[in-house]
């Protein structure tokens, strides 16, 4: 892994390791994106996303609008939410930027200059935003 540009987030993502399906491509409430710190100074900043989990997962960073909270993206019949507006995401094994998703036990990196605001992480993988895989970062 090359040398991380700016402040450097790990972000995890997780699931339980096994079917959650509970309708057509949707999942229940069992998985889970986090960061280490729900707050940090604006400028460089690196997500280093860790995939602990069994399965595939990606991460995007999309702004926060107004009073909007993480989580409540309309899911579409595909089991994603719209990625308008995305800044950049990790989604690619062992290197930066777009990809197929981070393989289990693997990591994956983007480096975006973010300016003071309220950011959604989030993975956009079918069912998974759904399933629980959101969290808000508050850039100051």
Request: proline share 6%; aromatic share 4%.
């Amino acid at each position: 892994m090359p040398t991380l540009a700016g402040s450097v987030i790990d972000v995890t993502t997780t699931d339980r390791g096994r079917s959650m399906m509970a309708g057509p491509g949707m999942m229940s409430g069992s998985m889970r994106l986090t960061a280490d710190r729900a707050t940090v100074v604006h400028g460089k900043l690196t997500f280093l996303v860790t995939n602990a989990g069994t399965i595939p997962h990606e991460m995007l960073v999309v702004p926060l609008a107004g009073t909007q909270s993480a989580g409540t993206r309309p899911v579409g019949r595909d089991g994603r939410v719209d990625e308008a507006g995305s800044l950049g995401e990790a989604a690619a094994t062992c290197a930066e930027g777009e990809g197929d998703g981070i393989l289990p036990s693997a990591t994956g990196w983007v480096t975006l200059d973010l300016q003071p605001g309220r950011y959604e992480l989030f993975c956009n993988l079918p069912g998974h935003y759904w399933a629980g895989m959101y969290t808000e970062l508050t850039v100051t």
